[in-house]
């Protein structure tokens, strides 16, 4: 039985990603009914998006004490995003919290080879929550 067909017999819904030429998976969503292209990242902890892209989306941000650190950076100030919309091809989660950040470096270094401008992360807090089933040989993965 092939992966697909076990999957989406148990519910999960099909989601088509795209790889970059840095290696790096996205997908695109809709974030408060805004269009953008998200890195599908298993090891960032929290799903973020830019402080330079909160207003493409119609983010409220508020107050955070947390420290972000990441690949290329560390120590970056961050705000919360709370209350969210979020849809990968109809799969849709209400109620959805995200970690504002600077994202320049982040995309500074993706120009170099690719001109995909991305918006966001999917981190491992979403992954985890919508049981993420990522297929690597058919650029897809799976949510339920």
């Known amino acids: 039985m092939q992966l697909r ?12 990603l795209r790889k ?9 969503v809709k974030l408060n009914a805004k269009k953008g292209v998200f890195i599908i990242d298993t090891g960032a902890s929290s799903s973020c998006v830019g402080f330079e892209h909160a207003g ?5 941000q508020q107050q ?3 420290i972000a650190a990441g690949a290329g950076d560390s120590n970056m100030k ?11 091809e109809g799969y849709l989660t209400k109620n959805i919290s995200f970690v504002l950040f600077d994202l320049s470096h982040v995309n500074k270094a993706i120009s170099k080879v690719d001109p995909t401008i991305v918006h966001g992360i999917l981190g491992a807090d979403y992954l985890k929550k919508h ?7 058919r650029n897809c993965m ?3």
């Open 78 to 88: 961050t705000a919360l995003a709370l209350n969210n919309v979020l849809e990968l």
């Open 131 to 137: 049981s993420a089933v990522i297929d690597y040989g």
């Open 56 to 60: 493409i989306f119609n983010l409220t």
């Open 142 to 144: 799976y949510l339920k």
């Open 64 to 66: 955070s004490d947390i």
């Open 20 to 28: 970059m030429t840095t290696g790096h998976y996205t997908c695109r």
């Open 5 to 16: 067909n076990l999957l989406e017999g148990k519910g999960f819904q099909r989601i088509v």
